[in-house]
């Protein structure tokens, strides 16, 4: 086998550079406010034509004509949210502690203002006498307003999509 | 157990939580129940194309369904001839063979041998001698496109077996405008720690859902609804019925049909269930193929909600379409599977609203099932407590109209009729040791 040379590699598998610091601040605000469960000021973070999607297989690329686990428009997400809140909510009585870590964050090679910002996460739950840990990659389209960022779009990739799951009542 | 043992379990108005919750009694209803009976194998809108094929675990057996290049659909054992091992693995695909990953040993989609490594170190006298194909489960059953199957070589046949609930898959086909369901938009697969009744029975519960939903039925009475050609869902609009007030629930307006071999269906209590038949671009199309007075008998029946195959087998008929399919997995532990449905030739506009409709129904992360989901988990903890000992499915008890099939019993949408039928044939089922 012929040796390669690192550069080339590393050229070809990470097309990506680190996004700058406030769109990494953005992405950890937003974890910091699921994980306080503060559901009504993750809200304030979505744009109106928000798209949250979860997909439920590996490669999945349409939400339209396949199931998914989320596929919510702000109406949708917000009863979902309102919901959460509800004390006859029996999925969430008690309800889940939660944290998210998020890293690698970059960004699409052409990324301007707009394009896809990559970040992998694991989030660690807690209810009842269960603890459970999902993983995955997060993509966000984000939208820059005279009030900060807004997301447009975001798509988590678990990577056990695919897995007989068992109840998910919190947005990633 | 003794079967004497085994029928004291089971009562007019009630059960012994034992059903639920002993693994004892769990793996004798694998061998005396669903190794018996007739259990959902696949829709054949999963398997179009010659070599397509699905895998899947039935009573805890490991089973192919596939279709061959003669096009017929064969049920085999996924365990390789030779030593043991399973001979595919992923969850659906197209082959032409499936070869055994241990010693290479291949079978067709028949399940007939097609080679064997290095067979020179058998003789003739055992190649010939031996039955070295994948074995074939021993019954299988088809109407209009639902794939069953049956691992017992004999006992209630096919036709019997489904001759109740036909209706509500000839109602469901005559919906389609090319009479034809597909199920190929995805499949939501998750596990509850319960037993394996709580969500056959749930099929047929409409006493529940002003409790369990209580998160989306909101002070309003608003509850989720399918509309058609929207992102959907919509906000139904029901009046607050003050359900712990009152001694009628509005979920009475809708009866259960209770039939023997544990059958069931439930109609469908809203008036706007034929509401979807009226949009225009829809509508057309189904004239085009029915005429007017045919489709004018299609909508009268239009009534069935859920369609509950006894033991592991849900049709939603309306709003909801899908198929539901439950595998036990141990006395506490159940997988479900949800596959929404196609209506082949209606709008796409539609089959996209019913595919998403079940994300947020049926799924489990959906509005839903998540209860439901959690109530079973606390039926499954609540009932290891000592005291006491039986669960009531008393409701309506001997208040049950006689229907047009025979030993039909159609009782209102709230009444236990359902799990009381279910019951029955699980101690004809479970108290005979044959």
């Known amino acids: 086998m012929q040796a390669q040379s690192i550069q080339p590699i590393q050229s070809r598998l990470v097309p990506r550079r680190l996004a700058p610091q406030p769109i990494q601040e953005f992405l950890f605000f937003e974890a910091q406010l699921l994980n306080e469960r503060r559901f009504e000021e993750w809200l304030e973070l979505l744009a109106d034509d928000i798209s949250y999607w979860v997909p439920l297989r590996r490669d999945q690329t349409d939400a339209e004509q396949e199931a998914s686990l989320f596929y919510d428009d702000r109406e949708l997400l917000t009863s979902r949210l309102k919901r959460l809140r509800h004390p006859k909510m029996w999925s969430q009585l008690p309800p889940a502690n939660a944290t998210r870590l998020v890293s690698n964050i970059t960004l699409d090679a052409g990324y301007e203002s707009n394009g896809t910002v990559h970040s992998q996460f694991i989030m660690c739950e807690f209810r009842a006498r269960e603890q459970r840990v999902f993983g995955g990659a997060y993509e966000h389209q984000l939208r820059r307003t005279d009030d900060g960022f807004r997301i447009v779009k975001k798509t988590v990739r678990l990577v056990n999509c695919e897995a007989m799951l068992s109840n998910l009542a919190v947005p990633f | ?155 209630v046949p096919f036709d019997v077996f489904i001759l109740q609930l036909k209706r509500g898959i000839d109602n469901l086909l005559d919906r389609s405008p090319e009479g034809e369901v597909i199920a190929d938009n995805g499949v939501h697969r998750y596990e509850y720690r319960g037993n394996w009744k709580l969500q056959i029975e749930n099929g047929i519960d409409e006493y529940h859902p002003p409790f369990s939903h209580a998160s989306t039925v909101g002070k309003d009475g608003q509850q989720l609804k399918r509309a058609f050609g929207t992102t959907g869902y919509r906000y139904a609009n029901k009046k607050d019925e003050r359900p712990e007030e009152t001694a009628k629930s509005y979920f009475d307006n809708a009866a259960v049909h209770g039939f023997p071999y544990g059958q069931s269906f439930l109609t469908i209590s809203d008036r706007g269930r034929v509401a979807e038949l009226q949009v225009p671009e829809y509508r057309n199309l189904l004239i085009a193929r029915h005429g007017e007075e045919k489709l004018a008998e299609i909508e009268r029946e239009t009534f069935i909600s859920n369609c509950v195959f006894y033991p592991t087998f849900i049709l939603r008929v309306t709003g909801n379409i899908h198929l539901r399919v439950l595998r036990p997995i141990s006395v506490d532990r159940t997988e479900v599977l949800v596959w929404p449905l ?5 709008p796409q506009s539609m089959n996209s609203s019913i595919m998403r409709y079940a994300n947020v129904h049926a799924s489990v992360s959906s509005f839903v099932q998540t209860d439901d989901l959690e109530v079973f988990e606390r039926c499954q903890e609540g009932m290891q407590a000592q005291a006491p000992e039986w669960i009531w499915l008393a409701r309506g008890l001997g208040q049950e109209k006689p229907g047009l099939l025979e030993h039909e019993k159609v009782a209102e949408g709230t009444w236990e009729t359902g799990m009381r039928a279910q019951f029955q044939y699980w101690k004809e089922m479970m108290t005979r040791a044959d």
């Open chain 2, 1 to 155: 157990m003794n079967e004497n043992e085994l029928a004291a379990l089971v009562q007019d108005d009630r059960v012994h939580a034992r059903v639920y919750t002993d693994p004892a009694i769990f793996d004798l209803e694998l061998e005396r129940v669903f190794r018996r009976t007739w259990l959902f194998a696949c829709h054949e809108s999963q398997i179009p194309a010659p070599g397509d094929f699905v895998t899947l675990t039935l009573a805890g057996q490991p089973i192919i369904v596939a279709r061959s290049v003669d096009n017929e659909v064969n049920a085999l054992f996924n365990r390789c001839a030779h030593r043991g091992s399973l001979v595919c693995r992923e969850h659906s695909g197209n082959t032409s063979l499936f070869q055994c990953p241990f010693h290479g040993w291949a079978f067709r989609s028949t399940g007939e041998l097609a080679g064997i490594p290095f067979r020179g170190a058998y003789s003739e006298q055992f190649l010939e001698g031996n039955d070295l194909n994948l074995a074939k489960v021993p019954r299988i059953g088809r109407y209009r496109g639902f794939v069953f199957v049956s691992l017992a070589g004999d006992g």
């Open chain 2, 342 to 346: 196609r209506l082949k030739g209606a």
